[in-house]
């Protein structure tokens, strides 16, 4: 199993999955400031090419290859 990794290291095309595993899409860009460390979110496309954003509080586990992005709370 992977280690997990830090934001800076997310590219554009990994997997972006739910807690359970499903995969929802695939990164598109990440939005955030690296000076500041501060990851504002990401934005995925998902099967259907519809984009979404999701906040960076929501952003979950990052291991090399995917992201998984938390519950609404």
């Keep these: 199993m ?3 990794t830090s934001w800076y290291t997310i590219e ?5 999955q739910d807690r359970s595993g499903a995969v929802l899409g695939e990164v ?5 400031d690296e000076d500041a460390d ?8 998902d099967g ?5 954003f ?6 979950g586990e990052i291991v090399e290859g995917h992201v998984t992005i938390e519950a609404e709370a």
């Design 28 to 32: 598109t860009e990440v939005v955030g």
């Design 2 to 4: 992977a280690a997990p």
């Design 48 to 52: 259907d090419g519809e984009e979404h």
């Design 12 to 16: 554009r095309g990994w997997e972006v």
């Design 38 to 45: 501060i990851l504002d979110g990401l934005r995925y496309e």
């Design 54 to 59: 999701v906040e960076g509080d929501r952003v």
